[in-house]
């Protein structure tokens, strides 16, 4: 056979083949999501590496827990630097609306931006204490009126777009944020089920497959969370964020942004 028709068969087989494939195999689901660094895996994270399941959180619960910890005054500056605009050095970005403003625009008042605490303060009722009150790794910027609309709801997809939420989505016992912060509240939010175990003093923070949880330890829906951090992998600028608070202020990781991987080995 001329080798100009052995290159049109193969052509049609592939095409063939991929048209069958199409038609009998089912929807694919997002892909797990892989390491980003291994970078302190030989330091940092050597008790963990190599495991999975309860022993996995087991082992970057006592990794993280080694922290150093600021008031909740000392957030509003920490935020000024982890959050810094990478294209403006005088603003900073704010979670789930991805507006720059200006860093001197903190406060309560509409237009300003203020502290939010992604797993809700209310759920554990830990408020603005040192500790979970003011765990960077879970304290972002945010509009005031956006961050009033998400209030303490619970994370699940669906709803009415909230105003200048930069395409999130709230409606009554739920809030979506925009599909470029998705991945970012699903590693903070199981940063802080590991970190916060009970052992401390403060609740179990836990997340569960329920909205409405009120003033429990625990924050819904673990099925979304998992998959939105599947579909966002951590961004260069999450990533930055991640070594300033370990550099500067902390001195931990969330380990889920270096590994998001390990959010599908332990739940």
Known sequence: MPATHIRRWKTLALTTSAVLVGLTLPAMTAT??????TAYDSTYYKNAVGKTGTSLKSSLHTIISSQSKISYAAVWDALKVTDQDPN??????????????????????????????????????FGEVTGPGTDLHHLRPADVQVN?????KDFDNGGSAVSGGGGSLTDSDSFEPRDAD?????RMILYMAVRYDGGDGFADLEPNEKVNNGSNPYIGKLSVLKQWNDEDPPSAFEEKRNQVIYDTYQ????????HPEWVDAIW
């Open 32 to 37: 797990p999501a892989s390491a980003t660094t």
């Open 88 to 125: 403006n050095s005088n603003n900073v970005i704010l979670l789930y609306s991805g507006t720059s403003r200006a860093k001197s625009l903190n406060g309560g008042d509409t237009g300003d931006w203020n502290r939010e605490h992604v797993w809700a303060k209310s759920h554990g009722d």
């Open 148 to 152: 009033s609309i998400r209030g303490n």
């Open 182 to 186: 998705k991945g970012d509240v699903a």
């Open 251 to 258: 001195h931990n990781r969330n380990p889920f942004i270096d």
